[in-house]
């Protein structure tokens, strides 16, 4: 059972495994870009509204949510994006090297370079999205979240399969 794991995780040829394992890496960089984004939208810089779900699930907790004007709100929304892509990126980038896609198509430091390059468009086009949903139609951040979070996995998968490393 331990060799099939570990072929498994050092497979990096065959596409059905590849993107298998990108969706799992993906899955642990998503967990710590929610719990980043999440923990700073709740106790750091609040983006949280009285009927957001994860106000009512804090709030079934018995914990308290400060909730802020609109405008604050999306300030808050951005920073929060911001610093949950560093976190989250990282995460994706180190499990992508390790697991998913094979390195060498550019040096190290311009594939991090384009790595987060890839990563910037989609986190822009994503939190837009999010931004517009929140102003636009004034959705509960947490659908706004999900939003960017589907458009950054497609942006995300084809530039990095295609441009930045060895398919």
């Known amino acids: ?17 590849q ?7 993906g899955g642990a ?35 308290d949510v400060r909730t802020v004007s609109e405008s604050l709100r999306l300030r808050n929304y951005w920073i929060d994006k911001i610093i949950c892509f560093m976190f989250s990126n990282l995460t994706a980038y180190v499990l992508n090297v390790l697991f998913v896609f094979k390195a060498g198509k550019h040096k190290r430091h311009h594939e991090l370079m384009l790595f987060y390059a890839v ?8 939190t837009f999205i999010g931004a517009w949903l929140i102003k636009g139609f004034g959705l509960d951040t947490t659908y706004s979240y999900v939003a960017a979070a589907i458009s950054a996995l497609l942006i995300n998968y084809a530039g990095r399969k295609f441009f930045i490393f060895h398919g």
């Not at 331990?2 to 050092?10: E, G, T, V, W």
């Not at 990563?119 to 994503?126: D, K, N, P, Q, R």
């Open 29 to 63: 960089a998503t967990v710590v870009d929610v719990t980043v984004f999440f923990l700073f939208a709740w106790l750091v810089f609040p983006a949280l509204t009285a009927s957001d779900p994860f106000t009512k699930l804090l709030g079934a907790l018995h914990f």
């Open 119 to 126: 990563s910037l468009v989609s986190f822009f086009v994503g």
């Open 1 to 17: 059972m331990k060799k099939h794991i570990q072929a498994f995780l050092s497979e990096k040829d065959n596409h059905l495994v």
């Open 19 to 25: 993107f298998i394992k990108y969706g799992m890496c």
